[in-house]
């Protein structure tokens, strides 16, 4: 069954230093997204791309993150100078679309980050 | 705003039926998926309701109300394996296709 893929499954990183996290959506897939979750919380939505452009983002997606789409394949996220409470296990995410059999997100099994 | 409430754990016996509540409130409503996660894992996908009623996949059921902003995921012959975190997530009405989470019901299946 085709998966999402995301590397690396962990990283440490000093605070002040940029992360970047990368996602291999299903190939299929025109709808991506990346979530969040903190130790014990629950899971938080960042940001979601479509057509090579940011077509939601939340509150916690500031200044501080990006996303792009470098190729056909690659989907990444971003953290400029990185702080204590980006710690969070990183998932990235894919649909194919939005309609009705064709919305279900997939997500991968995440990138745990430890800023330090 | 934006509320999602669902049990923070629950407690059931190998072989038996469980049942997990979620209820919700957001800005418009275009669905309602229940994940499985176990600890340290990404979500996986169990069901989607959009419609009023109840979807049948196997062991797992889900049922809907939009009227009542209610939904619950029946689990039947639990097995030990069942044992995990079930997120309720519900898709508002916006145009990225964004997902709001509930906390999740820690499910304890014990023998």
């Known amino acids: 069954e085709p998966e999402v893929t995301q590397t690396p499954s962990h990283q440490v990183t000093q605070m002040g230093q940029e992360v970047i996290l990368r996602c291999v959506p299903i190939?299929?897939?025109?709808?991506f997204y990346w979530y969040r979750q903190i130790l014990g919380q629950k899971v938080e939505f960042l940001v979601s791309?479509?057509?090579?452009?940011?077509?939601?983002k939340s509150e916690i997606f500031d200044d501080q993150f990006s996303v792009e789409r470098p190729d056909g394949s690659n989907f990444t996220l971003k953290i400029r100078s990185t702080k204590l409470e980006d710690s969070a296990m990183y998932f990235c995410?894919?649909?194919?679309?939005?309609?009705?059999?064709?919305?279900?997100?997939?997500f991968g099994e995440g990138s745990w980050l430890t800023v330090v | 705003g934006q509320n999602i409430d669902q049990p923070t754990e629950m407690t059931a016996t190998e072989g038996a039926i469980v049942q997990i509540n979620c209820t919700y409130q957001?800005?418009?409503?275009?669905?309602l998926f229940w994940y499985q996660q176990h600890a340290g894992e990404a979500p996986t996908f169990l069901s989607y309701?959009?419609?009023?009623g109840l979807e049948e996949k196997g062991r797992f059921s889900s049922f809907l109300s939009r009227s009542k902003g209610y939904s619950y995921l029946l689990l039947k012959e639990l097995q030990m394996k069942d044992s995990a975190s079930y997120l309720c997530?519900?898709?508002?009405?916006?145009?990225?296709?964004?997902?709001?989470f509930g906390q999740g019901t820690e499910l304890s299946v014990k023998p």
């Open positions: 309701n959009v419609l009023d």
């Open positions: 957001t800005s418009g409503f275009n669905g």
């Open positions: 995410a894919s649909s194919q679309g939005l309609g009705l059999r064709r919305n279900t997100i997939y």
């Open positions: 791309f479509y057509n090579n452009e940011i077509s939601e």
């Open positions: 997530a519900v898709r508002p009405a916006s145009q990225g296709g964004k997902l709001i």
């Open positions: 190939s299929n897939h025109l709808y």
